[in-house]
């Protein structure tokens, strides 16, 4: 079984600050792809960044970054530089190989508010 | 423009009734998927769906049933064994290969009356 948790219900940020989103996972499998996707108001779900078992360099996108602990299984997504337009829910997503192949896991996401 | 499309975006069902949700994508991705989305519990898998002809229950599969006959369409029914049927529904697509992103429709917000 795979499972992603998310234990930050709700977080909040003043506009051009950093925040951090936590996020810790469990598979039994070798090889797996993690994600962090966003659902605006709108409630269209858009990727952020995704990050590969395999790298041990974490991944970054512009103004997003993870910090991927693969022993502690760990996946914290960090936004620098907050902007109004990344107040959203912010979800973990977990896809393996092996057994759960093609099973997408998501966490129970956090709410994420920008403040002016 | 390529993308997946679900209808329709709001639907009404009396109790006791089965209904089903329409999920159509053009991508030409081999993988397809169903969520509902509670207040709180984040994103819970119902079925997906790897090739034509065959899918796999999710984590919350009871009360649901799905058919994949064409590449292209996932539709999902609700039944009336579903207790708690009023929810936010997502469907996603994605191609078959492990790092692959999901892209997902704009949903269907279901209410039992």
Known sequence: ?116 | DGGITQSPKYLFRKEGQNVTLSCEQNLNHDAMYWYRQDPGQGLRLIYYSQIVNDFQKGDIAEGYSVSREKKESFPLTVTSAQKNPTAFYLCASRTGTVNTEAFFGQGTRLTVV
Not at chain 1, 45 to 73: C, D, P
Not at chain 1, 102 to 108: E, I, M, N, S
């Open chain 1, 1 to 116: 079984a795979q499972t992603v948790t998310q234990s930050q219900p709700e977080m909040s940020v003043q506009e051009a600050e950093t925040v951090t989103l936590s996020c810790t996972y469990d598979t039994s499998e070798s090889n797996y792809y993690l994600f962090w996707y966003k659902q605006p108001p709108s409630r269209q779900m858009i990727l952020v960044i995704r990050q590969e078992a395999y790298k041990q360099q974490n991944a970054t996108e512009n103004r997003f970054s993870v910090n991927f602990q693969k022993a502690a299984k760990s996946f914290s997504l960090k936004i620098s530089d907050s902007q109004l337009g990344d107040t959203a829910m912010y979800f973990c997503a977990l896809h393996a190989g092996g057994t759960s192949y093609g099973k997408l896991t998501f966490g129970q996401g956090t709410i994420l508010t920008v403040h002016p």
